[in-house]
C-alpha cells in the first residue's frame, strides 16, 4: 500500500497518543495502513483490560480505606478524650497550606520534567558533603513545600499506584487508540477523587471495573456497571438518597436525592434537552433509592460491593420517559437503564460526543447522524461505533485542528521520548498544574473536550513552562530533528523544521517541538 | 599581547601560522618549572579547580573582544560594531584588541592578569549546526557522532589514581554532555525552577504566527499576562539565557566548589547566545548576556574564596558568528570566535592571537573569522597545567585523535 504521511498523522494523534520514540517505527506503520494501524487495536481480546499486579478489586480497597479511616477516627477519637489538642490541620486528607500555591506549581513543573527522566543521574539526590554545602546555599524563602517523603496513607498509596499503571499503559500502548476510548468513556461517565478518600481510593479501580470491560462491548452493559458501582454511587450520594415512603425513609426523617438520577440522564444518557422533565428525574431517583454499597461492618453484604437495600427503597410503580415501571426491588432500575441507553436522544447526544471528541469541535452532521445510526442498529455496540468512526472519511478529512488536552499532550510527550513513567506523581503535578487533575474533573459532566477550553492563554504559557521543563532534563542525548521525523515525517511543516533545526541548543529545540502545532494539534 | 606581531604577518597566515603561534606563545618567560605538572605540587598547599562554562548558541566573538585595531572591523559589523570612543565605549585591552563594555569585572581580572582571550578559536567542527557544535565541542571528537561521554569527564578519568578527586559538578537540571561519563559526577540547579525563556517564547511565537494564529493569539496573550501579574520592573525571571540566572548558578557553584573538599572540576551551560536579529552593540541584547557572564564570573571571584587563587575558568562557544552583520542587525553562524579564562590560576593580562585579519580573502568561506587555533589545545593546556594529564592521554582518551593539536603552553600560573 502506497505511504500516506496525512494518515499517519490522522491515525496517531487524532485516534492514538502520538508516535512512540525509540524504533518503534509507529509513523512507517501507520503510513503504509492508517485504518488497519487503528483498528488491530480494537481485535484484540480483553484489550482495554487493565490488570496489572497489586491493583486491587473495589471491594478490597474499600474494606482498606474503611479500615483506615476507622482507624483514624478512632486516634481522632481518643485524643480528644485525653484533651490533647489534635494536631493542627490534621485530617485524612493533607492539604497543603493555601499560601503553597506558588511553589507548588513550581514543584509540579519541576517534578514533571524530573519525571520524564528518570535516567538522568542528576535527579539522584545528593550524598557527599557537598550537597549539604548546596542545601545551606540555597535562598531561605522558597522552602520545599510540605514533605513529600512523609509516608503516605493507604488511599494515597493505592490513588498513586493506579495512576502508574494507567500512565505506563498509555505511554507503551501500540497506537493508542484503545486507551484513548477509555479515557473518553471514562471522563463521559466521570466520578471526581476530590470528593473525598472513597472517591480517590475509587478512582482507578472505578475505571478498571465499569468502563474498560466495556469499552468495546455495550453501551448498556457500560451505563449499569457504572451506576451500579460503589464510586459513582458515592461520588453522586445515592447512597444517601432515601425513598420518602421506605422504611428508612420513614424512620430515619431523611429522604430523596435526586442527584445520581439527574446525571444519569442529563450526562450518562438522553443529554439536556432529551427530553426528560423534572418528574422523570424524580421518579428515576425513586427509583434507583437503595442503590447503595456495603459499609465497613458488611451488614448489607461484603463491604464495599454494590447492594441493593430495600429498607431505603421507594416502593411502588414509577413513570420514566412516558414508561410505567411497576417491578420490583432493584430490577426496576435496571429496566429503566436499559431502556434509555437504546433512547434515540442517547444515541444522539454519545455520537455528538464521540465525533467532537475525536474529529472536530464541530463535527460534520452527516458523520454525527452515522454514528447515532450505528449505535442505535447495534444496540449500542462500542466497538461498532468505534469502527464506524474509523471508517468514516470524515474522520481522516478533518483537519487537525484540535489540541490536545493537557494529558494528551503529557502522555504524547512520554511516548515520543521514550520514557517510562515510574514514578505518577511527577506526571500528576503537570496534569494539575495545565488544569485536568486526575480523575478530578470539577463537576459530573467531566472535563472540558474543545479548543476553548485547553487553547487558552494562561495554559499555553504554562505548556511552554512545561515542555521546556521537560526538555532541560532530556534534550542530551537526543536529536530533535529525529525525533520530529518520527513525529510528523514529511508532514512537518518547513516552519517547524526550520525553528527545530535552528534552536541554538538541543534543549530549546526539544521544547520547540513539543510546542509545535504538529506536537499540539490532532 | 603582540597584536603588533600578528598584524605584520596577515598576508600569508597558512604557511607561517606555526611561526607566529611560537612567537606569540614562546616570548614570555615562562621558566620550566611552570610546566610541571601542578597537580604534583600539592604538598604546596596548591588545590586546582576547573570550572567550564559554556555558552549555547554561538558566541560572537568579534562582539565580546572586538578587533577595533583591524581596519575591516567596523565595516563588517556595521552599526553594532564597538568603538573605542564615545558614550559606552569598549575597554582597551590592548592597542589592538577592545573588550565589550558590558564586562568591567572581565576587564579588572585581565587588568590583574588573571585573565586571559584567546582569539580566533574554534572546534575542529566547520559547518553551522548548533547540535553538531556542541556535540564536537563537549565531546572532544572531532566531528559530531553519538557519544555519550565528554571530555571532562574523561579527563576526570584520567587523573592520576590515588589523588583525592572529588565528583565533578554539573550546574542546571541536566549534566552537560562535557561532563558525562563514566567518571562520577554531582549535579545542582539554582532551586529556582526555570521557565521557558524570552527567547525560546519568541522563537514559538514566530512559528506559531507562519503556522497557527490561534496558537499564536494564546501565547501572546498568555505571555503578555504572565509579564503583567510579574510586573515589567521585576528582575528578570531566573531562566535559561536569564541575567539573573547566570548569577544565581554561579554563586552556588563557587559555593560548592570553594569548599575545601569541594568538586576540582565544575560544569555549566548558559543558554541565550544566538544572536541573529537585533543582537545590539555596546547596549542591547548581547550587552545583556555579557553582562550576566561577567556578573557570574564575579560570582565565582567571590564565591570561591582562597580557592580561586588556584582556579581557572573555562569560558567556550560551540562557534562564532558571521563577521558581517546581517540584514537584520544581527549575525549568523560563523567560526572562529574567543574563549575567555579567568581565575587566579591564569596567567593572564593576554590576548592570545594568531590574528587572521578581517580581509574578505582572510575570511574563512568569505564569512567568518577564519579560526587559526585549535579549541582544544587551550583545553589541554589548561588540563595539563592544573591536573598534569599527561600529553598522551589528553591526547588519546580525553581529545582522541589529537596528537596533532598540541597543549598550549603557559596558559596556567
Known sequence: MARDSQAALVALNRFGFGARGGASGDFLNAASDPRGFVKAELSRPNGALLEVPGLQSTSALGKAAFDYQFEVQRARDAAAKSATPPAAGEGASQQPPPDAKGQRRNLSLNSIAMEMAPKEPPAKPPENATMSGAEMMQPAPPKPSPPRTAELNIIQKTFRAEALARLQRAVIADGGFAERLVVFWSNHFCISAAKGGLAQMWAGSFEREAIRPHVLGRFADMLKAVEQHPAMLFFLDNQQSLGPDSRAGKNRNRGLNENLAREILELHTLGVGGGYSQEDVTALANIITGWTFAGRLGQLGAPGTFVFNANAHQPGAQRVMGKIYDAEGFAQGEAVLRDIARHPSTAKFIAGKFARHFVSDDPPPVLVARLADVFTKTDGDLKALALALVDSDEAWKAPLAKIRSPYEFLIAAGRLLAQIPNNPNLYLGGLRTLGQPLWSPSGPNGFADSNAAWLAPEGMKLRLDISTQIASRIAEGVDPRDLLELAAADMASVETRRTIERAESRQQALALLLMSPEFQRR | ?413
Open chain 2, 1 to 413: 599581547m603582540s597584536m603588533e606581531t600578528g598584524m605584520d604577518c596577515c598576508e600569508d597566515m597558512r604557511s607561517s601560522a606555526t611561526s607566529r603561534r611560537a612567537v606569540l606563545l614562546g616570548g614570555a618567560s615562562f621558566a620550566a618549572w611552570a610546566y610541571l605538572p601542578k597537580f604534583a605540587r600539592a604538598a604546596d598547599g596548591r588545590d586546582p579547580r576547573l570550572v567550564v562554562i559554556i555558552l549555547r548558541g554561538a558566541l560572537d566573538g568579534l562582539a565580546t573582544v572586538a578587533p577595533i585595531g583591524d581596519p575591516d572591523y567596523a565595516g563588517l559589523h556595521g552599526a553594532i560594531a564597538l568603538s573605542s570612543s564615545g558614550p559606552n565605549a569598549a575597554l582597551p585591552l590592548d592597542n589592538f584588541f577592545s573588550l565589550h563594555p558590558a564586562m568591567p569585572e572581565f576587564a579588572r581580572m585581565y587588568r590583574d592578569k588573571k585573565a586571559a582571550v584567546i582569539h580566533a578559536v574554534a572546534t575542529p567542527y566547520r559547518d553551522r549546526s548548533h547540535f553538531d557544535g556542541q556535540d564536537v565541542l563537549e565531546s572532544g571528537f572531532a566531528g559530531p557522532g553519538r557519544v555519550q561521554s565528554g571530555w571532562l569527564n574523561r579527563a576526570l578519568e584520567g587523573l592520576p589514581k590515588g589523588e583525592r578527586v572529588s565528583s565533578a559538578l554539573a550546574v542546571g537540571p541536566t549534566t552537560p554532555l562535557v561532563l558525562r561519563g563514566a567518571a562520577p559526577t554531582v549535579g545542582w540547579a539554582p532551586l529556582a525552577v526555570p521557565q521557558a525563556s524570552e527567547d525560546t517564547a519568541m522563537r514559538l511565537l514566530d512559528l506559531y504566527q507562519h503556522r497557527d494564529a490561534a496558537l499564536s493569539a494564546a501565547l501572546k496573550q498568555g505571555l503578555a499576562l504572565d509579564k503583567a501579574a510579574q510586573g515589567d520592573d521585576m528582575k528578570p525571571k531566573p531562566g535559561a539565557g536569564g541575567v539573573a540566572a547566570m548569577r544565581l548558578a554561579a554563586r552556588g557553584a563557587a559555593r560548592l566548589m570553594g569548599a575545601d573538599n569541594g568538586p576540582r572540576i565544575g560544569a555549566l551551560a548558559f543558554d541565550g547566545w544566538d544572536t541573529h536579529a537585533n543582537e545590539g552593540g555596546p547596549v542591547g541584547r548581547l550587552a545583556q548576556l555579557l553582562g550576566g557572564l561577567d556578573g557570574a564570573l564575579a560570582e565565582f571571584e567571590t564565591g570561591m574564596g582562597p580557592r580561586w587563587r588556584d582556579t581557572v575558568i573555562v569560558v567556550a562557544t560551540e562557534f562564532g558568528r558571521t563577521a558581517r552583520i546581517n540584514g537584520t542587525q544581527g549575525t549568523d553562524h560563523g567560526t572562529g570566535t574567543v574563549a575567555l579564562l579567568a581565575g587566579g590560576a591564569v596567567k593572564g593580562g593576554r590576548v592570545i592571537a594568531d590574528w587572521p585579519g578581517l580581509k574578505p580573502a582572510s575570511l574563512y568561506q568569505g564569512r567568518d573569522l577564519a579560526p587559526t587555533t585549535d579549541l582544544r589545545a587551550v583545553m589541554k593546556g589548561v588540563l595539563k597545567d592544573q591536573f598534569g594529564l599527561a600529553e598522551k592521554v589528553l591526547a588519546e582518551a580525553v581529545f582522541p585523535d589529537s596528537s596533532a593539536v598540541k597543549p598550549m603552553q603557559g596558559l596556567v600560573v
